[in-house]
């Protein structure tokens, strides 16, 4: 019994070490011009000039394994795309929109009969939930898109361009 506890107290202890340990903030003057994500890792990388500049740790969509094949599917997609919106105004604390779907997403689920989806983003919490921090790292939550921890995607928003690659990787 008092090894019960003993691990009980030291697995709380080490939760909230990890939920309260500040990560590495990215450098103000940076010029991201990469996005890369491991799916399978649940990483995202943020490159420049070939050099690693951050690590994020993410969640997914509700069904994560395999690229998205229609709307409602809640898969993240796989494939090279860009970053084509920032959205101050998002319900989920900043986003940052990717180009799917492309040509042959369109074309897949048109074969299918059905609708690519859409909407695909980067983004933080959802608006009024931002206490959960990193604990939302413990599930895919998501219809198909990334998600960070708010802070994460002030850092993202503020530094990533619009029309900067992002190749999602299985």
Same mark, same amino acid.
């Given at each position: 019994?008092?090894?019960? =506890?003993? &691990?009980?107290?030291?697995?709380?202890?080490? &939760?909230?070490? %990890?939920?309260? $340990?500040?990560?590495?903030?990215?450098?103000?003057? =940076? #010029?991201?011009?990469? =996005?890369?994500? %491991?799916?399978?890792?649940?990483?995202?990388?943020? $490159?420049?000039?070939?050099? &690693?500049?951050?690590?994020?740790? @993410? /969640?997914?969509?509700?069904?994560?394994?395999?690229?998205?094949?229609?709307?409602?599917?809640?898969?993240?997609?796989?494939?090279?795309?860009?970053? #084509? /919106?920032?959205?101050?105004? /998002?319900?989920?604390?900043?986003?940052?929109? +990717?180009? %799917?779907?492309?040509?042959?997403?369109?074309?897949?689920?048109?074969?299918?009969?059905?609708?690519?989806? /859409?909407? @695909?983003? +980067?983004?933080?919490?959802?608006?009024? $939930?931002?206490?959960?921090?990193? &604990?939302?790292?413990?599930?895919? $939550?998501? #219809?198909?898109? +990334?998600?960070?921890?708010?802070?994460?995607?002030?850092?993202?928003?503020?530094? =990533? #361009?619009?029309?900067?690659? +992002?190749?999602?990787?299985?």
């Amino acid at each position: 019994m008092k090894i019960a =506890v003993r &691990l009980f107290f030291l697995s709380v202890f080490i &939760l909230v070490l %990890y939920l309260l $340990w500040p990560s590495k903030a990215l450098p103000d003057q =940076v #010029d991201p011009d990469r =996005v890369l994500v %491991y799916k399978s890792a649940y990483r995202l990388e943020l $490159w420049s000039q070939n050099q &690693l500049l951050k690590t994020y740790r @993410i /969640s997914l969509g509700q069904n994560p394994v395999g690229h998205k094949q229609f709307e409602g599917d809640s898969r993240t997609p796989e494939g090279r795309y860009t970053i #084509d /919106s920032k959205n101050p105004h /998002s319900a989920y604390h900043l986003n940052l929109g +990717i180009s %799917y779907p492309g040509p042959s997403d369109k074309q897949r689920a048109q074969q299918a009969g059905k609708n690519p989806g /859409s909407d @695909i983003k +980067i983004h933080g919490l959802r608006n009024g $939930w931002g206490f959960i921090g990193k &604990l939302h790292r413990l599930t895919n $939550w998501t #219809d198909g898109c +990334i998600a960070v921890t708010n802070k994460e995607i002030e850092e993202l928003y503020h530094a =990533v #361009d619009i029309g900067t690659p +992002i190749e999602i990787k299985p």
